[in-house]
């Protein structure tokens, strides 16, 4: 169990549109379900790209993940570090563990890329031609992956070990990118599921805490 405040790297602010969705929010939410303290170095302007950052994020994205001399870096690895500390996050069932971490990987791997090819068409791409004519395509993509996951999450609340596990957090907050469309609630079992992960106190207390840092970097 960690007694400290674990360091981990965030934007100091990011356009409207991608407020909320920050991966940062991921470890955040990790780590308040966990119970474990954490604190926030939010970047300055062209931080990410200068060489000491660059040394713990080759990269230059969020989060880094730092922890009595251990760097992590990409959100899933984290998360799975987490997870590995606290049975909130992880059944200590080897078979039921292997099971959730199959989940997490499916997230990242399977849903995440079709969903993030229709939010990048939508929000950056939507008013031109060859965009148009790919948006189809990628979004049956997403209907096939999700017809699959609405049939399991009809079945159960969770995805895996019949509890909220780390691959809720990977999982819900892959299908918020597609909040500025209603995708999701045409699957009723999916629609549910992120509702009642999105209602748990701990998911409100990370998404909070990262607005706040947004907010105070406008004010």
Wanted: net charge negative; proline share 6%.
């Amino acid at each position: 169990m960690l007694f400290f405040e674990v360091p981990i790297s965030a934007f100091r602010w990011v356009p409207p549109f991608a407020q909320g969705l920050v991966r940062d929010l991921r470890v955040r939410w990790a780590l308040e379900e966990a119970g474990l303290p954490y604190k926030v170095r939010l970047l300055r302007d062209g931080e990410k790209n200068s060489p000491e950052y660059r040394a713990l994020q080759p990269f230059g994205q969020v989060p880094v993940y730092e922890e009595d001399g251990l760097v992590l870096f990409e959100s899933g690895a984290i998360l799975q570090h987490i997870a590995e500390k606290s049975e909130a996050l992880m059944p200590r069932d080897a078979a039921s563990r292997a099971r959730v971490i199959a989940w997490m990987y499916s997230a990242l791997n399977t849903v995440e890329p079709p969903v993030l090819n229709v939010t990048t068409i939508d929000l950056f791409n939507a008013d031109q031609d060859w965009a148009k004519m790919r948006r189809p395509a990628e979004l049956a993509k997403v209907e096939t992956r999700f017809t699959a996951l609405n049939e399991r999450l009809a079945l159960q609340d969770y995805l895996e070990a019949g509890r909220f596990t780390a691959a809720e957090i990977l999982m819900v907050t892959v299908l918020r990118n597609l909040r500025h469309c209603d995708l999701v609630a045409q699957y009723p079992a999916i629609d549910a599921y992120m509702k009642r992960c999105e209602a748990r106190p701990a998911f409100q207390r990370a998404l909070a805490a990262q607005m706040a840092d947004f907010a105070n970097e406008a004010a």
